[in-house]
């Protein structure tokens, strides 16, 4: 048993009791302010300093302190599902709100990536659920339904995708946040599943927090894919809702690896029944859009050799898409790069060479596979990837993910 779980077991409150209000604020606040005096940039495990190591696990023991924790066998469940389901009622038929988030992310990055060494970056989420309209955007990646596609583009290199508005999996984790009714029932879930998950609850006289402790999903190879996302982490998700509305007031995101927690997520603002102004869900005219609609993809295709790439493994068409980055054989390229910019890759790897291709392998809860490559790039600098690959398109062939 770690030191941390430990101290959780010796300051687990047996009996439920009321926080004073501000409580939980003074303690987060003091926890914040210790991890910001101790990490500045992304912190390597091996060059932590034990002793701000053991003062961010004090104040981590007194955020423990301060709630109580239900666990299965001990605690009746629906002590929390009751509330998730009043709070569900209340969301039910109110319209529009605007949401700030803070992410520890890259700004370009998918929004399904977090990174606990990056510095947050803040996101913008507007719903309106009466046009069935929402907006994402942080400083380098923009998302927008406008009611009749999902559109999703990089200002900064003027590219983009446009998909069926079915497609909300375009902004992974934030999907949830589109209905709070959502994220309160998937919350829930997890509440009644209880499949390593714990619930902890604190109140005071106008609020209850509470609090899913949830270890990553999945199975790994490698640590591959391993706190890249929030369902592949080992997070700690707080929320805070009004006691007598059940609105959602707070929410903070913890994520754990290698001994070290950190805040990767906050929502630090959210309006309830605010007008959103229509210029959030203009789309711009002067992107080069990669059409991932189905009709889109018929109608690329006509002109590329899938047949080329029909019936390859994941590894053997990694070796085949290298080996058309070698020559830059685009006509092959725009099969299995399907949605990637030719241009912003280009500098890296056109004239590159696979130095070693080995098999694929799944980890965590990718759709896909990985592909363990070394690579020399056009610099001439040698470079281990580990390529995802998918095949979840209409041809069933593997194309690029991610990893390059």
Not at 150 to 160: A, E, K, S
């Amino acid at each position: 048993m770690k030191n941390t779980d430990n101290i959780e077991k010796v300051l687990t409150p047996q009996c439920e009791f009321k926080a004073s209000s501000g409580l939980k604020d003074r303690i987060l606040e003091a926890a914040e302010q210790s991890e910001s005096r101790q990490i500045h940039v992304a912190p390597k495990v091996h060059r932590v300093n034990f002793r701000r190591w053991v003062t961010s696990c004090a104040a981590a023991a007194a955020v423990i302190a301060a709630v109580v924790i239900f666990k299965p066998g001990t605690t009746p469940m629906y002590a929390a599902t009751d509330f998730f389901h009043a709070a569900i009622e209340y969301f039910t038929g109110h319209p529009s709100f605007v949401a700030a988030i803070k992410v520890r992310a890259d700004p370009q990055e998918n929004f399904s990536y977090i990174n606990m060494s990056r510095r947050f970056v803040g996101h913008r989420l507007a719903v309106d659920p009466q046009t069935e309209r929402w907006a994402l955007d942080k400083s380098g990646r923009k998302a927008v339904n406008d009611g009749q596609y999902i559109w999703q583009w990089i200002p900064d290199n003027g590219y983009g995708w446009k998909d069926e508005i079915t497609n909300i999996g375009a902004i992974s984790d934030f999907a949830l946040f589109l209905n709070p009714t959502q994220l309160l029932a998937y919350e829930e879930s997890i509440a009644a599943a209880s499949k390593g998950a714990v619930l902890k609850k604190a109140e005071d006289e106008n609020t209850i927090t509470l609090v899913v402790t949830s270890p990553p999903q999945g199975k790994y190879v490698d640590r591959v894919g391993l706190n890249s996302s929030i369902i592949e982490s080992d997070t700690r998700r707080e929320y805070t809702f009004d006691k007598s509305t059940g609105r959602l007031l707070e929410m903070e995101i913890y994520a754990k690896a290698y001994g070290i927690t950190r805040k990767i997520v906050q929502m630090t603002s959210i309006d309830y029944n605010t007008s959103i102004p229509q210029y959030l869900f203009d789309v711009p005219e002067d992107i080069r859009w990669t059409d991932n609609t189905k009709e889109g993809i018929l109608k690329a295709a006509e002109d590329l050799p899938i047949a080329e790439f029909s019936g390859l493994s994941a590894d053997e068409t990694v070796k085949k898409m290298f080996a058309a980055m070698k020559v830059w054989d685009e006509r092959q390229l725009k099969v299995v790069l399907r949605g990637v910019d030719l241009a912003a890759i280009s500098k890296a790897y056109k004239g590159c060479t696979l130095l070693e291709c080995n098999s694929a392998f799944k980890s965590g809860t990718y759709a896909g596979v990985f592909v363990p490559c070394k690579v020399k790039l056009s610099n001439g600098k040698e470079t281990k990837l580990n390529v995802a690959m998918r095949n979840d398109n209409p041809w069933n062939i593997w194309t690029l993910d991610g990893g390059i």
